[in-house]
Antibody
Framework: DVQLVESGGGLVQPGGSLRLSCVASGFTFSRYDMHWVRQVTGEGLEWVSNIGTAGDTYYLGSLKGRFTISRENAKHSLYLQMNSLRVEDTAVYYC??????????????WGQGTMVTVSS | QSVLTQPPSASGTPGQRVTISCSGSSSNIGSDIVNWYQQLPGTAPRLLIYSNDQRPSGVPDRISGSKSGSSASLAISGLQSEDEAYYYCAAWDDGLVRDVFGTGTRVTVL
């Protein structure tokens, strides 16, 4: 089965750090751009960051400098290092695979999500 | 914060047709394809419609998508209780240079 499984969420104080992980299975991980998307409870989806197959990285502007995305293809793993966390970073964080054809790209596989709570 | 606007809610009785709109601009829907995602309560989003009107395998043909100009629509015919969920449109935004999602629409089956 094609699957993404996140881990690493939890409760952290403002200013603290967390490292999220996402392990892929059932497909050739190295061939896909991988993304993190978050969702504040009761709200919509917000793209956070992505890493391309060549290791190129992109971030939501407001997060740049605090979050770092990385990947380890040999371990079929995606990571999100989150530093200087703020209360407003509290959300469920999903990893998602982006698949592209000649004409379109879609987030076709999503993990189950991991909850990050930033609170004192 | 979302750049794509959807109505917050839509509802219908079993068997009815429900339509959800998604309004964007020339920098996103107006220049790129639209995808739709369904999120059942307590679960992750799943791809429902891609490339404006294409259904992945496993999605019934009573669900359809369309796009015109800078707007898109999702239609659910023959509404069923299993359709109760949140629905999100999504597109690439050339100005923001990132993927953007709609505000989300909650569909309720009365």
């Amino acid at each position: 089965d094609v699957q993404l499984v996140e881990s690493g969420g939890g409760l952290v104080q403002p200013g603290g750090s967390l490292r999220l992980s996402c392990v892929a299975s059932g497909f050739t991980f190295s061939r896909y751009d991988m993304h993190w998307v978050r969702q504040v409870t009761g709200e919509g989806l917000e793209w956070v960051s992505n890493i391309g197959t060549a290791g190129d990285t992109y971030y939501l502007g407001s997060l740049k400098g605090r979050f770092t995305i990385s990947r380890e293809n040999a371990k079929h793993s995606l990571y999100l290092q989150m530093n200087s966390l703020r209360v407003e970073d509290t959300a469920v964080y999903y990893c998602a695979r982006k698949s592209c054809s000649r004409t379109s790209c879609v987030f076709d596989i999503w993990g189950q999500g991991t909850m990050v709570t930033v609170s004192s | 914060q979302s750049v794509l606007t959807q109505p917050p809610s839509a509802s219908g009785t079993p068997g009815q047709r429900v339509t959800i709109s998604c309004s964007g601009s020339s920098s996103n829907i107006g220049s790129d394809i639209v995808n739709w995602y369904q999120q059942l309560p307590g679960t992750a989003p799943r791809l429902l419609i891609y490339s404006n009107d294409q259904r992945p395998s496993g999605v019934p043909d009573r669900i359809s998508g369309s796009k015109s100009g800078s707007s898109a629509s999702l239609a659910i015919s023959g509404l069923q209780s299993e359709d109760e969920a949140y629905y999100y449109c999504a597109a690439w935004d050339d100005g923001l240079v990132r993927d953007v999602f709609g505000t989300g629409t909650r569909v309720t089956v009365l």
